[in-house]
């Protein structure tokens, strides 16, 4: 039971740092590209040059579709959300390896651990579950609307 509950807390430790590290550099890319191509814009234009509505236009569509981009994957709220429930689930191993806080007066520390780790990882999914249904509920709405 040991190796079982400490395996999967170095799993799900190691499954949320990589999810946090990746959706962090999304984010930073997209936006990155959408800071570029709009200052990028107003010096383009300033060039008037037979092409320059043509680039100006290509770069607003580029920014419009990194920003859609970002909206529909949430990289900012999953890399804040999953960078959170690492170090909650980190918080946890330390305490336990220490036996301190909650772990220093368990009966059967291990056992606690393995409670402590599945209700942050519910919880983490239930708020995931629910953002996403928010989500859905104001797309339809807006269409709805439309």
Known sequence: MGDVTLQRLDDQIDWYDR???HSQRLY????????VSGA????VAALKQPWT????????ILIVLVEAVQQVNQYHQNWVTFRSTCEALKHEKYLYAAMAGPYAA???PLKLLAER???????????????QEQQST????????K
């Open 19 to 21: 999810k946090s590290r």
């Open 28 to 35: 930073k890319t997209l936006k990155f590209t959408t800071i």
């Open 40 to 43: 990028a814009v107003p010096v």
């Open 53 to 60: 509505p043509w680039l100006s236009g290509g770069l607003g």
């Open 106 to 108: 368990a009966e059967t």
């Open 117 to 131: 780790v599945e209700s942050l990882v519910s919880q983490e999914h239930a708020k995931w579950v629910s953002l």
């Open 138 to 145: 104001s797309d339809s709405q807006q269409k709805q609307s």
